[in-house]
């Protein structure tokens, strides 16, 4: 099942200002030729952007928040509003909800005297009917919940688990796909071993895997001097890419973690993906201050200058990549340097690229910057025209995340891979299932190198007679000799290689089984052979 963003019904909003496109587009995914493709709808009601207050009275917000207003969900009109617009997209065909930041629904209690989670509002969204010609169902339900956010060390202490406990029949976005997700670094899954021990234990009602919306764009923040897994690439951009598209990873997710894999569609297809607001004129030039990183991690030299890159920051002069990155990172410390003051940036910037006493400039990073080198535009720069950078920026990138600019340079071993694993998960439903005693799951650690190696089999046997699963899977480091009949104690002359990552060619025979190399990024799958 595709995780989709929310869904408009609203004709004006739509392209073809028509209110059942969603509904063709719906009947359209569930009569798929190749069988049925569920739809879930990414809820995200804890926010609004600032338009919001031109549109609703002000009892509706609780305050503002960093680029937006939060919406006072205690407020009994403001609940029943978003359930009533919940429940009018539900109807249109959809099989699930996700709902987006279940951490941020707190409130103050003051029976309690306590800030409190606004649980039984989350509840009340799964507990939504759909109501379709009188056929009536409950929605599969998602929560992204990483109480107690924003609690100094909330990422080791969050236990994602709070809200699947008091719905059983829900999911939750498990904790190696929440935000805060770094494997460019080196070493990086060996620092995340006690989650991923959590995942394979108990991670059966929990959204697995890498990459996603906020995974990748949390990758653009690492600071490209820190220890990179250069294994990966030779470029920031290739290193991104293939850390959240790595074969190992997808194997070990995929063939045979518990919980239920998701896919982003830009790290699957390797291309860009950062964070863009244009929706909002207030906090679009913070926005961008923040997001330089996407230039470093998402754009190489020469993507920038194919003709139709970047139209919008070209014509306000900006050429070369060069002259971007170097404008980029000098806007980011002027705004921290002014505490994200607009016309403090602006008179910064005016004293640093066009001032005739240049000691006056605070900021290091702008005093750098060579004016002979930097566009017109700067020279005299206010704020419309911070804003217009800023616009430009984030409308640039926007076109640039757009996959199908990159169907052509797909990898076909990678693929075809990837295809692989999917089918053969889908036809393997026990492994959504945690391990049991029976199982076994441990790592090879010794800080040159972190190998992944298991075994588990089907829990029901009746239903799933002789399925079972070896993975071996290298997780980054240097090369290392595996020998996972020793490891798992097997005899490898009952197995056979079921899918193997790109660039591995093991023989079908016990002694190349044995004992083999896997590289970072490889791994194996092997299953039983059928006896006859």
């Not at 804890?46 to 509706?60: I, P, R």
């Not at 994602?160 to 670094?185: C, D």
């Not at 004129?281 to 970047?310: C, H, N, T």
């Amino acid at each position: 099942m595709p995780i989709l963003a929310s869904s408009a019904t609203n004709p004006a909003v739509l392209g073809s200002l028509r209110p059942d496109e969603v509904v063709d587009f719906v009947v359209a995914l569930h009569n798929f030729a190749g069988g049925a493709i569920g739809l879930i709808y990414d809820l995200v009601y804890g926010h609004s952007d600032n338009q919001g207050l031109e549109l609703l009275t002000q009892q509706f917000f609780k305050g503002p928040n960093m680029y937006g207003q939060d919406l006072n969900h205690q407020l009994p009109q403001v609940r029943a509003i978003l359930l009533e617009m919940q429940r009018r997209k539900i109807n249109t065909g959809a099989d699930g909800i996700r709902v987006d930041g279940g951490q941020d629904f707190r409130f103050f209690n003051p029976l309690s005297g306590r800030v409190e989670q606004d649980d039984a509002y989350l509840l009340a969204m799964s507990d939504v009917v759909q109501d379709i010609q009188g056929y009536r169902r409950l929605m599969f339900t998602i929560f992204e919940d990483g109480r107690p956010w924003p609690e100094e060390g909330w990422e080791e202490k969050s236990t994602y688990r709070e809200l699947v406990e008091m719905k059983p029949g829900s999911f939750q976005w498990g904790p190696l796909i929440f935000a805060h997700n770094t494997p460019t670094l080196k070493g990086f899954w060996d620092r995340k071993w006690r989650r991923v021990g959590e995942v394979i234990f108990q991670g059966d009602h929990w959204i697995t895997g890498c990459g996603n919306h906020d995974t990748v764009r949390r990758g653009n923040q690492v600071d490209p001097h820190a220890e990179i897994n250069w294994n990966l690439g030779k470029t920031l951009p290739q290193v991104l890419h293939r850390a959240y598209n790595n074969p190992a990873t997808l194997l070990w997710v995929h063939g045979f973690s518990p919980g239920l894999p998701m896919d982003f569609l830009n790290a699957t297809v390797e291309t860009p993906w950062g964070f863009f607001r244009n929706t909002d004129d207030r906090y679009g030039v913070k926005v961008v201050s923040e997001e330089v990183g996407f230039l470093d991690w998402e754009i190489e030299p020469e993507m920038y200058a194919d003709a139709d890159a970047f139209p919008r920051l070209k014509a306000l002069g900006f050429v070369e990549y060069g002259q971007l990155r170097d404008f980029a990172y000098a806007l980011r410390d002027a705004m921290v340097e002014t505490d994200y003051d607009l016309e403090a940036v602006a008179q910064v910037c005016q004293k640093c690229l066009d001032g005739d006493d240049r000691t006056l400039c605070t900021v290091p990073a702008l005093e750098e910057l060579s004016e002979a080198h930097l566009p017109r535009f700067l020279a005299t720069l206010d704020v419309p025209k911070l804003k217009a950078f800023a616009m430009a920026f984030m409308e640039d990138g926007h076109d640039m995340c757009n996959v199908g600019r990159y169907l052509e340079n797909l990898d076909g071993q990678l693929t075809h891979f990837s295809w692989t694993l999917r089918h053969f998960r889908l036809t393997h439903p026990w492994l959504r299932e945690n391990l049991t005693g029976r199982d076994r799951f441990n790592r090879i650690s010794d800080h040159q190198r972190t190998i992944f190696y298991g075994y588990r089999s089907a829990p029901h046997p009746d239903v799933a007679p002789g399925h079972a699963v070896v993975i071996l899977a290298h997780m980054g480091g240097d090369p290392m000799t595996v020998n996972p009949g020793d490891w798992l104690q097997l005899d490898m002359a009952d197995w056979r290689v079921a899918i193997a990552t790109p660039g591995i060619d093991l023989k079908e025979d016990v002694k190349d089984l044995r004992s083999f190399e896997l590289r970072d990024g490889e791994g194996v799958l092997l299953v039983p052979i059928e006896k006859s």
